[in-house]
């Protein structure tokens, strides 16, 4: 039944107008599975029911991708820190509302969900029809508390109107998704958060701009310096490759033209520690103890950048 429904969904994406099912459906087979796979070979219990529910090959495997090992060990923990991170600072900070940006496949909203927080997820639409289904497939609560919902960043009126469904202070979470916008797109984004911010209170949290070296770090405290440039390197290319298209990764990368930027859209940044303690990490069991000390080095790194309203 459940790889019946998983078909209809793909047959309701293939109605979407042909244009937009090129667009869309693309990123949603790709790099959001692509995540998720990461998301689950770090042995996050969610996210690998969220693979298995949706039961579909794994793209990358060692027989069709060159240092298959050392890339998925490096992304597994890249992306289970940024989904824990966001977790425990909604939590820490107790946000009741949550708004997640192009989170793609990740069980990241039904978690916070089933705390008893209102969600809503902004995506493609193609990932909306897999998010509305799998909803119903996690918690007592997240099929009540999780909305997912077609939303373009750039979109002024989608993001305001959804985020008029909120009583009360708002917590933007995107990670990841800024490499991919052009400047029309990225500056669009940021005037429609600041819009948000304004009205509602709260803030945004993301490491879009430190994420070249944020990753390489990352890299770096499992395989060392020398190799983490070449693991970067070659992950760019794997997601440049499936996505067909180039990866902006130089973009604002500069903490002081990152601060500019947000400064010309009415945002201000604070940047924190990833994580306030040393973070129980469901891929630490594959690290040893050298390993792991360098990565928790890196998770009490300010690499987290909370966005807020200037006015």
Request: glycine share 4%; proline share 2%.
């Amino acid at each position: 039944m459940k790889k019946f429904f998983v078909t209809l969904l793909v047959v309701a994406a293939v109605a979407i107008s042909s244009t937009v099912r090129a667009a869309e459906f693309e990123m949603v087979e790709y790099s959001a599975q692509v995540k998720l796979q990461w998301l689950a070979a770090a042995g996050i219990p969610q996210a690998q029911k969220f693979l298995k529910e949706l039961d579909r090959p794994v793209f990358f495997t060692a027989n069709n991708l060159n240092d298959f090992a050392r890339i998925q060990n490096v992304n597994s923990l890249y992306q289970e820190l940024n989904f824990a991170a966001a977790i425990n600072f909604v939590r820490e900070k107790n946000y009741s509302n949550v708004m997640d940006l192009a989170c793609s496949l990740s069980p990241r909203a039904m978690i916070l969900g089933d705390d008893g927080r209102k969600v809503i997820v902004g995506e493609l639409n193609t990932v909306c029809l897999i998010g509305d289904w799998m909803v119903d497939e996690f918690g007592a609560m997240s099929k009540n508390t999780v909305d997912y919902q077609v939303i373009p960043v750039e979109d002024t009126a989608a993001m305001t109107s959804n985020a008029d469904k909120f009583t009360g202070e708002i917590c933007i979470i995107e990670q990841g998704l800024m490499i991919y916008l052009d400047d029309l797109q990225r500056g669009k984004m940021y005037d429609n958060i600041h819009a948000i911010l304004k009205k509602h209170g709260g803030c945004m949290i993301t490491s879009d701009f430190t994420q070249k070296k944020y990753f390489t770090d990352v890299a770096a405290a499992l395989y060392g310096a020398n190799e983490a440039a070449t693991i970067y390197a070659e992950t760019k290319a794997m997601y440049e490759k499936v996505l067909d298209d180039k990866i902006a990764d130089e973009v604002l990368q500069d903490e002081r033209t990152a601060m500019d930027f947000l400064a010309q859209h009415g945002l201000k940044a604070e940047k924190i520690p990833l994580f306030s303690t040393t973070p129980g990490l469901y891929c630490a069991k594959n690290f040893t103890a050298e390993q792991l000390a360098k990565v928790n080095a890196v998770a009490a790194k300010k690499y987290l950048w909370v966005i807020t309203s200037i006015d």
